[in-house]
């Protein structure tokens, strides 16, 4: 047995002209809570699709638990899935609901009916058992969902966006109580959004998608901190990207004009003098000072042309020359004015090369 | 205050219903009235008031003849209708290559006039007909199935005429069942048959039973169809013909009499269905 649950190997999908899924290499271990996350139509539902059943791929081989399932039908792979609308059966009380899975494998009825309440009672729903779906709230429903899925303890989870159906603060508990009861149970989990926030917050594992493509896979942090291309670095949080040539290097910075102005970054790799870079650093990591004080390193000269408040936070957008403008959040201690003249400074260990 | 201009609306509300009023009373109420008074004289007379046509009706072993020849006739064509439409809108459902043009088939029934339909359907399925052209070689026989004129005939063409109305709420509602649904049953390890018999046919049944309901009223009130095709085979509404057709003169109060029972049966339906459709559907 291998520490793999799930293995998408090459795996590829075309609809017409559409490439949804090309060469797809993903492996989910067991245990885990794994999230594809993307914007729509980056392919992220088809992957998970491959993995139920419901889409066979054009190219590679999907394997669940060791064993190849590519060809095998979607009601033979002990899955339990949650769905983004929740698909609970509509004639079938949330007991009946529950015990689905459990009628379809003939277990037997006293078994059956400890089970299903042992779940009703994981998700906190053991006095709704006689309640119609229609009866219940969004939050409900997809808790049954949840029960649904996990009753007959499939080998892993799949979650659909479970949660966009939901309003936002309950969205907020729900995550967590997903988490929770993931980790509780140790099943693996495949969970597919397009909300970065959710899959920082929930996921042992991120693999963000773009065009068909994984562009990164990582821990939440790897992802936020250190993203590897300019569209993970965009679709994860708040980005500035600054476009300059390295004119200088020394094995671990290099210098790097943007637009008549230096800035130092950390260069992990070899930089060559004359490449072009692309420089990211969140709006957050970014100091404003005011104009008198001390000169220190990578500091800009701005003026700040517009604010927002935004509560536990001021967001600020910098104008460096004309061409030039950088979005700035602060926590607000020291304020600007718009119109004001500002020192911008950003930290090298915040500022870090992307490829396009 | 406020009583005048809603006494004004009020008005302004009879005034417009009193156009769709006026020929509710005057096309489908008087003419019930004339038909019910007419039922409760003696036969031949205007005047004097009698239970006898009734109770001439209920002894005599023809009109039960003809009770049991209309039902089983709306039972089995409704019931073949069911058969027939579930797997149709099964199959429409997906989409196949030319599954508009067959949309529009299901719906020719309904739209082709019944007396032309069934002129159609006498020379299909006669002694020369094509169905009869396409079969004799095939079975090797030398003498033409007889359809016309038959019981089973008769079935066949209730179908062909009636099974447009279950068909169609069926595709419907099976239409507008959410496909996550289904998802659901499958990746909850149901094979297809389980996701039809539990999820599935369950969800559809209210539109099977609303087109049902309404297929079945429409085929105990048939008459162009089994007066065309069924020969001596005469449901309810032919009898009711035949009373002022055959004799002379002719029986109006034995008619209006049949009439008031055919009435009374279809608006039992008519409550049966109503009380389908508001049967909360999830």
């Known amino acids: 047995m291998s520490n793999v649950m799930i293995e998408l190997r090459d795996t590829s999908k075309r609809y017409g002209k559409l490439l949804a899924n090309d060469r797809l290499n993903l492996s989910i271990l067991r245990g885990e809570l794994m999230t594809l996350l993307g914007p729509s139509?980056?392919?992220?539902?088809?992957?998970?699709?491959?993995?139920?059943?419901?889409?066979?791929?054009?190219?590679?081989?999907?394997?669940?638990?060791?064993?190849?399932?590519?060809?095998?039908?979607?009601?033979?792979?002990?899955?339990?899935?949650?769905?983004?609308?929740?698909?609970?059966?509509?004639?079938?009380?949330?007991?009946?609901?529950?015990?689905?899975?459990?009628?379809?494998?003939?277990?037997?009825?006293?078994?059956?009916?400890?089970?299903?309440?042992?779940?009703?009672?994981?998700?906190?729903?053991?006095?709704?058992?006689?309640?119609?779906?229609?009866?219940?709230?969004?939050?409900?429903?997809?808790?049954?969902g949840l029960a649904r899925a996990l009753v007959y303890r499939p080998k892993v989870l799949l979650l659909d966006e479970p949660l966009s159906n939901l309003d936002a603060k309950l969205r907020e508990e729900?995550?967590?109580?997903?988490?929770?009861?993931?980790?509780?149970?140790?099943?693996?989990?495949?969970?597919?959004?397009?909300?970065?926030?959710?899959?920082?917050?929930?996921?042992?594992?991120?693999?963000?998608?773009?065009?068909?493509?994984?562009?990164?896979?990582?821990?939440?942090?790897?992802?936020?901190?250190?993203?590897?291309?300019?569209?993970?670095?965009?679709?994860?949080?708040?980005?500035?990207?600054?476009?300059?040539?390295?004119?200088?290097?020394?094995?671990?910075?290099?210098?790097?004009?943007?637009?008549?102005?230096?800035?130092?970054?950390?260069?992990?790799?070899?930089?060559?003098?004359?490449?072009?870079?692309?420089?990211?650093?969140?709006?957050?990591?970014i100091e404003l000072l005011p104009v008198t004080g001390e000169p220190i390193e990578n500091e800009l000269d701005g003026t700040v042309s517009k604010l927002t408040y935004l509560g536990d936070r001021i967001d600020y957008r910098v104008a460096l020359g004309s061409a030039l403008e950088l979005r700035v959040q602060t926590d607000g201690k020291v304020r600007f004015a718009a119109g004001e003249q500002v020192r911008v400074r950003l930290p090298p260990a915040s500022c870090r090369p992307v490829t396009e | 205050m406020s009583d005048a201009p809603s006494r004004r609306q009020n008005l302004i509300t009879l005034l417009l219903l009193s156009p769709g009023l006026a020929g509710f009373f005057g096309l489908f109420f008087y003419p019930m009235l004339v038909t019910l008074e007419r039922?409760?004289?003696?036969?031949?007379?205007?005047?004097?008031?009698?239970?006898?046509?009734?109770?001439?009706?209920?002894?005599?072993?023809?009109?039960?003849?003809?009770?049991?020849?209309?039902?089983?006739?709306?039972?089995?064509?409704?019931?073949?209708?069911?058969?027939?439409?579930?797997?149709?809108?099964?199959?429409?459902?997906?989409?196949?290559?030319?599954?508009?043009?067959?949309?529009?088939?299901v719906l020719v029934p309904i739209t082709v006039p019944g007396l032309i339909g069934a002129f159609g359907l006498l020379l299909f399925w006669g002694s020369r007909g094509w169905f009869n052209?396409?079969?004799?070689?095939?079975?090797?026989?030398?003498?033409?199935?007889?359809?016309?004129?038959?019981?089973?005939g008769l079935v066949i063409f209730y179908v062909w005429h009636y099974f447009s109305y279950t068909a169609t709420t069926t595709l419907s509602t099976l239409e507008g069942l959410d496909p996550a649904i289904e998802e659901a049953a499958t990746v909850a390890g149901a094979t297809p048959s389980q996701v039809l018999r539990h999820v599935v046919i369950p969800?559809?049944?209210?539109?099977?039973?609303?087109?049902?309901?309404?297929?079945?009223?429409?085929?105990?009130?048939?008459?162009?169809?089994?007066?065309?095709?069924?020969?001596?085979l005469r449901p309810l509404a032919?009898?009711?013909?035949?009373?002022?057709?055959?004799?002379?003169?002719?029986?109006?109060?034995?008619?209006?009499?049949?009439?008031?029972?055919?009435?009374?049966?279809?608006?039992?339906?008519?409550?049966?269905?109503?009380r389908v459709l508001r049967r909360p559907t999830a």
Not at chain 1, 207 to 228: F, K, L, S, W
Request: with cysteine; hydrophobic share 45%.
């Open chain 1, 174 to 285: 729900m995550r967590f109580e997903i988490k929770d009861l993931v980790r509780r149970l140790g099943i693996t989990a495949v969970y597919v959004t397009h909300d970065q926030a959710e899959a920082l917050a929930m996921s042992d594992r991120v693999a963000v998608m773009n065009a068909g493509r994984i562009e990164q896979i990582g821990t939440p942090d790897e992802i936020y901190e250190c993203p590897h291309s300019r569209f993970v670095a965009d679709f994860i949080g708040l980005s500035n990207f600054l476009r300059g040539k390295v004119v200088s290097s020394s094995g671990e910075q290099a210098t790097v004009e943007i637009d008549g102005r230096l800035l130092i970054v950390p260069a992990a790799g070899a930089a060559q003098v004359g490449q072009d870079w692309l420089v990211f650093v969140r709006p957050n990591d």
């Open chain 2, 203 to 232: 969800l559809i049944m209210p539109g099977i039973l609303s087109g049902s309901v309404l297929s079945f009223m429409a085929a105990f009130g048939a008459f162009s169809i089994p007066l065309v095709t069924g020969g001596s």
């Open chain 2, 133 to 152: 052209l396409s079969m004799m070689p095939l079975l090797g026989r030398t003498e033409p199935i007889q359809v016309n004129y038959t019981l089973v």
């Open chain 2, 238 to 274: 032919v009898s009711i013909y035949k009373q002022i057709e055959v004799f002379t003169p002719a029986r109006w109060s034995a008619a209006s009499a049949m009439a008031a029972v055919m009435a009374t049966l279809q608006v039992i339906f008519l409550a049966i269905y109503m």
């Open chain 2, 39 to 105: 039922s409760l004289h003696p036969e031949g007379q205007t005047q004097g008031w009698t239970l006898e046509n009734y109770a001439v009706l209920f002894r005599d072993s023809d009109f039960s003849r003809v009770i049991l020849l209309t039902f089983f006739l709306a039972i089995s064509s409704t019931l073949l209708s069911i058969a027939l439409s579930v797997p149709l809108a099964l199959l429409l459902r997906r989409k196949p290559a030319g599954h508009r043009l067959l949309r529009m088939t």
């Open chain 1, 41 to 144: 139509g980056c392919g992220k539902t088809t992957a998970l699709r491959c993995i139920t059943g419901q889409v066979t791929p054009d190219e590679g081989q999907v394997l669940i638990d060791d064993i190849d399932v590519t060809n095998l039908p979607t009601h033979k792979r002990e899955l339990g899935m949650v769905f983004q609308n929740f698909a609970l059966f509509p004639h079938m009380t949330v007991y009946q609901n529950v015990e689905f899975p459990l009628m379809i494998r003939n277990e037997p009825q006293a078994e059956s009916r400890e089970r299903v309440m042992e779940t009703l009672r994981l998700i906190r729903m053991e006095s709704y058992e006689k309640h119609y779906p229609r009866q219940l709230s969004g939050g409900q429903q997809q808790r049954v």
